[in-house]
């Protein structure tokens, strides 16, 4: 299929290089090597520095919580997020979110009872949640996908109701307010993370934020494979540190945030003005009345209206170089070997949306020019979709 793209144009594919989902955010790149430089000086470049120190200050004032602490990445976060909250039994999470979720959980020595999520918002299914609840439930996680904040108050209600802990894996969801309160205050604690694909960005990294002192003390000892003379009462550490080099760069990512935002928000914007209109595609919208990040443009294909499947737009798409991808794939209740470790009966729309779910590239270092051209071979896509429809028949049935 390598000139698939011929199906559209007779040229070539609509970009040079692969446009990848996630467009990083670069440092300038002056500031970026008066930072590492500094971390050089000092000759200090691990164990609590003072990149990291100031960066657990600077993340708690910025979502106006207690504490935050940071850490090497969010799946180490929430593996101590869960050894801090002494956790062990089953937990209830959603399947459809990314792997490293269930994988921290797994690590943890947890079970995870997987639980469907909502059709709209695509956020955990607070009406599932209580005929999943069991004797040794001790926790609920729920995920604010795509950016979007789960339904807080009302888990908040149902793990107070069953004397559960409630954490949220707010990996997507920097800088996002629910009810006008910045995501990071919700829960007994939440985890994000600094990836390079997110919103801040630390190469790698990650942060636990919590309005407990009790939970942030143990948080801070667990996350130090070494005792020292602050530290609570904990039964097992790891290392978790994050380093100077990581902190720098988060640093930086937080100084220009606002700014990554509103490129985010311009180019999300452009992918909603130019496709919401196509039939068949179902843009998952984001509440304006709140702080959003605008990281994922994310849409459901729904092949009756647009006339191809999601996997056939997608094929469409990376052969013209728009490394779109598809998510959840597979869902985590279907990734290998965790099936003895994990707990679900049906999860129809988890199902239903691994099949329909695409992200568009859009990030920091992307543009409005882009966003359109990427609009216009999904536009493109649609409207030839039954000429392409018979390619793809005719591709299928050539073996046979
Ligand atoms: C929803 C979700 N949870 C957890 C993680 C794990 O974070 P990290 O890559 O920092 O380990 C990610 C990100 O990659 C994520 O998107």
Same mark, same amino acid.
């Given at each position: 299929?390598?000139?698939?793209?011929?199906?559209?144009?007779?040229?070539?594919?609509?970009?040079?290089?692969?446009?990848?989902?996630?467009?990083?955010?670069?440092? &300038?790149?002056?500031?970026?090597?008066?930072?590492?430089?500094?971390?050089?000086?000092?000759?200090?470049?691990?164990?609590?520095?003072?990149?990291?120190?100031?960066?657990?200050?600077?993340?708690? &004032?910025?979502?106006?919580?207690?504490?935050?602490?940071?850490?090497?990445?969010?799946?180490?976060?929430?593996?101590?997020?869960?050894?801090?909250?002494?956790?062990?039994?089953?937990?209830?999470?959603?399947?459809?979110?990314?792997?490293?979720?269930?994988?921290?959980?797994?690590?943890?020595?947890?079970?995870?009872?997987?639980?469907?999520?909502?059709?709209?918002?695509?956020?955990?299914?607070?009406?599932?949640?209580?005929?999943?609840?069991?004797?040794?439930?001790?926790?609920?996680?729920?995920?604010?996908?795509?950016?979007?904040?789960?339904?807080?108050?009302?888990?908040?209600?149902?793990?107070?109701?069953?004397?559960?802990?409630?954490?949220? #894996?707010?990996?997507?969801?920097?800088?996002?307010?629910?009810?006008?309160?910045?995501?990071?205050?919700?829960?007994?604690?939440?985890?994000?993370?600094?990836?390079?694909?997110?919103?801040?960005?630390?190469?790698?990294?990650?942060?636990?934020?919590?309005?407990?002192? #009790?939970?942030?003390?143990?948080?801070?000892?667990? =996350?130090?494979?070494?005792?020292? #003379?602050?530290?609570?009462?904990?039964?097992?550490?790891?290392?978790?540190?994050?380093?100077?080099?990581?902190?720098?760069?988060?640093?930086?990512?937080?100084?220009?945030?606002?700014?990554?935002?509103?490129?985010?928000?311009?180019?999300?914007?452009?992918?909603?003005?130019?496709?919401?209109?196509?039939?068949?595609?179902?843009?998952?919208?984001?509440?304006?009345?709140?702080?959003?990040?605008?990281?994922?443009?994310?849409?459901?294909?729904?092949?009756?209206?647009?006339?191809?499947?999601?996997?056939?737009?997608?094929?469409?798409?990376?052969?013209?170089?728009?490394?779109?991808?598809?998510?959840?794939?597979?869902?985590?209740?279907?990734?290998?070997?965790?099936?003895?470790?994990?707990?679900?009966?049906?999860?129809?729309?988890?199902?239903?949306?691994?099949?329909?779910?695409?992200?568009?590239?859009?990030?920091?270092?992307?543009?409005?020019?882009?966003?359109?051209?990427?609009?216009?071979?999904? =536009?493109?896509?649609?409207?030839?979709?039954?000429?392409?429809?018979?390619?793809?028949?005719?591709?299928?049935?050539?073996?046979?």
């Amino acid at each position: 299929m390598n000139n698939l793209f011929s199906l559209l144009s007779d040229k070539k594919p609509e970009f040079d290089a692969p446009l990848h989902v996630g467009q990083l955010y670069l440092p &300038e790149r002056k500031a970026f090597d008066a930072a590492f430089n500094a971390v050089f000086d000092r000759h200090y470049f691990t164990n609590h520095g003072p990149l990291v120190e100031s960066l657990d200050l600077e993340i708690a &004032e910025y979502l106006g919580v207690n504490h935050a602490v940071c850490m090497t990445s969010g799946t180490i976060a929430i593996m101590v997020a869960c050894k801090a909250l002494d956790l062990k039994g089953t937990v209830i999470v959603p399947s459809f979110t990314f792997c490293a979720t269930v994988q921290a959980l797994l690590w943890s020595g947890l079970k995870p009872i997987f639980c469907d999520v909502d059709n709209e918002s695509h956020n955990i299914d607070t009406d599932k949640i209580q005929a999943l609840i069991r004797e040794d439930t001790c926790a609920i996680v729920g995920v604010h996908l795509w950016g979007r904040p789960c339904d807080v108050n009302l888990l908040q209600s149902i793990a107070d109701k069953n004397n559960l802990k409630l954490i949220f #894996d707010a990996c997507h969801a920097f800088g996002v307010t629910s009810d006008n309160i910045k995501v990071g205050n919700f829960g007994d604690l939440e985890i994000f993370s600094f990836h390079a694909t997110k919103i801040l960005n630390a190469a790698e990294g990650g942060c636990v934020t919590t309005n407990s002192p #009790d939970i942030a003390a143990r948080l801070k000892t667990i =996350r130090n494979f070494h005792s020292s #003379d602050v530290d609570a009462d904990v039964s097992l550490r790891i290392n978790g540190k994050m380093s100077e080099a990581q902190a720098a760069m988060a640093q930086l990512s937080l100084q220009n945030l606002e700014m990554n935002i509103a490129n985010n928000k311009s180019q999300w914007n452009t992918y909603y003005n130019e496709l919401s209109s196509i039939a068949g595609l179902k843009i998952i919208i984001l509440d304006n009345s709140q702080a959003q990040n605008y990281q994922y443009f994310v849409c459901e294909i729904i092949e009756e209206d647009f006339g191809l499947s999601r996997d056939q737009l997608l094929e469409l798409l990376v052969a013209e170089n728009i490394q779109a991808r598809k998510y959840f794939n597979p869902p985590a209740h279907a990734l290998n070997a965790i099936d003895d470790f994990t707990i679900w009966t049906s999860l129809p729309i988890t199902e239903k949306l691994c099949g329909r779910v695409l992200q568009l590239p859009l990030g920091s270092s992307g543009s409005i020019k882009n966003a359109k051209r990427v609009s216009n071979i999904i =536009r493109l896509a649609n409207e030839n979709s039954n000429h392409i429809k018979q390619y793809f028949l005719a591709e299928n049935t050539k073996d046979f």
